[in-house]
């Protein structure tokens, strides 16, 4: 007996071991399915690719022009006291304003956390939509399950009022209703069931799985028992919200572009070395030092004379660093403004799911007991316990519809703070 237990408690760690090695295999809970898309998405890699190739730019951006290098060929040698100058050839190396270099590389520094904050929004992004489509497949499949019990509750009903119409109990015109409340849940069901190939599709695409991979038994996190207050989560979006930290990026862009385009009026320099190769003279007497060749060390400065292009390469990076700063306020005005909503919407899903979970479905589900024991009894009809099937029936689907908006709420919300709604202050879970 031991050694079966043994046998069988082996082949369950190898099925397990098997299900984890899988790729087509993946499990429903919200946790793994962004575990998932962080290391598969798409959108995640291009983004964080992006990313990478702006921090690799930092070391082109500071680094010193590449040198130039010019040889000149003279078909035509010319005649010089030592010879003819055959060729010459020059190389230079250009050294921009002490300080120009390292605005640049400020300039870069800057884009570089607009890129990392343009990724983190990407991966919060796809976090996001991909929280809300298994919250949508999550109440698919809920409400296919209300849909077969109810069906099932149909058929009994039917079954009811097949045999009492045969009795004269029933009306022709009740019957009729029983066997559309069939055919209707019946449409019902097979619209689901095809929802939920749409939706897993979509949630497969979202994660970079192929689109008719299985998606394991979804689980959701529960609702939290108390809501932060909004101001906390307004604070929280000023400081983590992605899109704030971009604006703030730009600011900084702008900053390190205003100090760059001060040092770009002022001069560079460029300093060079100058060769050219003397032939031996065709002269009866030529000079001791015939056919010697000929170097120099080269020295230049560029001039910004031109008074308009200076001003104008100042004003346009004032101009931009205004922009940017108001750009910033704006979006932190928004960003206000969309919390203080969307919290409306949390809330208000919220309420729903008690409403429905602690009152209607209870009230829902005591009233269709009523009405079927009113007609066993005789005291009631066949067209109560219809209505109280449909209410009870239509209860169901909206607590699983309140319920997944809450989640797809609840997922905007934390897009807009940058943070989770327990970080943010979040009571316990219930």
Same mark, same amino acid.
């Given at each position: 007996m031991k050694r079966t237990a043994l046998t069988l408690t082996l082949a369950l760690i190898a099925l397990n071991a098997a299900i984890a090695s899988d790729d087509t295999y993946l499990e429903g809970d919200l946790n793994s399915v962004i575990e998932y898309a962080q290391e598969h998405s798409p959108a995640i890699i291009a983004a964080k690719g992006e990313w990478l190739a702006t921090l690799e730019s930092y070391r082109v951006t500071t680094a010193y022009p590449d040198p130039e290098m010019m040889v000149t060929w003279f078909p035509e040698p010319i005649e010089t006291r030592l010879g003819p100058q055959e060729w010459n050839a020059t190389i230079s190396q250009q050294i921009p304003y002490p300080g120009e270099l390292e605005s640049a590389g400020e300039i870069v520094e800057a884009k570089s956390?607009?890129?990392?904050?343009?990724?983190?929004?990407?991966?919060?992004?796809?976090?996001?939509?991909?929280?809300?489509?298994?919250?949508?497949?999550?109440?698919?499949?809920?409400?296919?399950?209300?849909?077969?019990?109810?069906?099932?509750?149909?058929?009994?009903?039917?079954?009811?009022?097949?045999?009492?119409?045969?009795?004269?109990?029933?009306?022709?015109?009740?019957?009729?209703?029983?066997?559309?409340?069939?055919?209707?849940?019946?449409?019902?069901?097979?619209?689901?069931?095809?929802?939920?190939?749409?939706?897993?599709?979509?949630? *497969?695409? @979202?994660?970079?799985?192929?689109?008719?991979?299985?998606?394991? #038994?979804?689980? $959701? /996190?529960?609702?939290?028992?108390? +809501?932060?207050?909004?101001?906390?989560?307004?604070?929280?979006?000023?400081?983590?919200?992605?899109?704030?930290?971009?604006?703030?990026?730009?600011?900084?862009?702008?900053?390190?572009?205003?100090?760059?385009?001060?040092?770009?009026?002022?001069?560079?320099?460029?300093?060079?070395?100058?060769?050219?190769?003397?032939?031996?003279?065709?002269?009866?007497?030529?000079?001791?030092?015939?056919?010697?060749?000929?170097?120099?060390?080269?020295?230049?400065?560029?001039i910004p004379i031109w008074g308009s292009k200076r001003d104008g390469r100042v004003a346009s990076a004032t101009a931009k660093r205004d922009a940017a700063s108001a750009q910033l306020d704006n979006v932190k005005n928004s960003?206000?403004?969309?919390?203080?909503?969307?919290?409306? *919407?949390? @809330?208000?899903?919220?309420?729903?799911?008690?409403?429905?979970? #602690?009152?209607? $479905? /209870?009230?829902?589900?005591?009233? +269709?007991?009523?009405?079927?024991?009113?007609?066993?009894?005789?005291?009631?009809?066949?067209g109560d316990l219809l209505e109280a099937r449909a209410a009870y029936h239509n209860f169901q689907l909206s607590m699983l519809r309140a319920r997944a908006d809450f989640g797809k709420n609840r997922a905007d919300m934390e897009r807009l703070t940058g943070v989770s709604i327990a970080a943010a202050g979040g009571g316990e879970n219930e």
């Open positions: 956390d607009v890129a990392k904050a343009g990724f983190e929004k990407v991966a919060r992004g796809v976090t996001t939509n991909v929280t809300k489509s298994l919250h949508e497949l999550w109440y698919i499949r809920g409400a296919e399950e209300v849909v077969r019990e109810q069906l099932k509750l149909v058929k009994h009903i039917l079954l009811i009022a097949t045999t009492t119409y045969g009795e004269g109990d029933s009306t022709l015109l009740e019957l009729t209703k029983v066997k559309s409340q069939e055919a209707q849940l019946g449409y019902d069901l097979t619209l689901l069931e095809e929802l939920e190939i749409a939706e897993t599709a979509t949630l *497969n695409s @979202l994660i970079g799985r192929d689109a008719n991979l299985p998606i394991g #038994e979804t689980v $959701i /996190p529960p609702i939290p028992e108390n +809501l932060p207050p909004v101001e906390k989560l307004v604070d929280a979006a000023k400081e983590h919200r992605d899109e704030i930290a971009m604006a703030r990026g730009a600011v900084a862009v702008a900053d390190a572009s205003f100090k760059k385009a001060n040092l770009e009026n002022r001069p560079d320099f460029k300093v060079g070395l100058f060769y050219a190769g003397i032939g031996e003279p065709d002269v009866p007497s030529p000079p001791p030092d015939a056919g010697r060749d000929a170097y120099g060390i080269q020295f230049g400065i560029k960003t206000a403004a969309a919390v203080y909503s969307k919290y409306f *919407n949390l @809330l208000n899903s919220k309420r729903l799911v008690n409403l429905y979970s #602690e009152e209607l $479905i /209870p009230q829902g589900r005591a009233a +269709l007991e009523n009405a079927e024991n009113w007609l066993n009894n005789g005291e009631g009809s066949l």
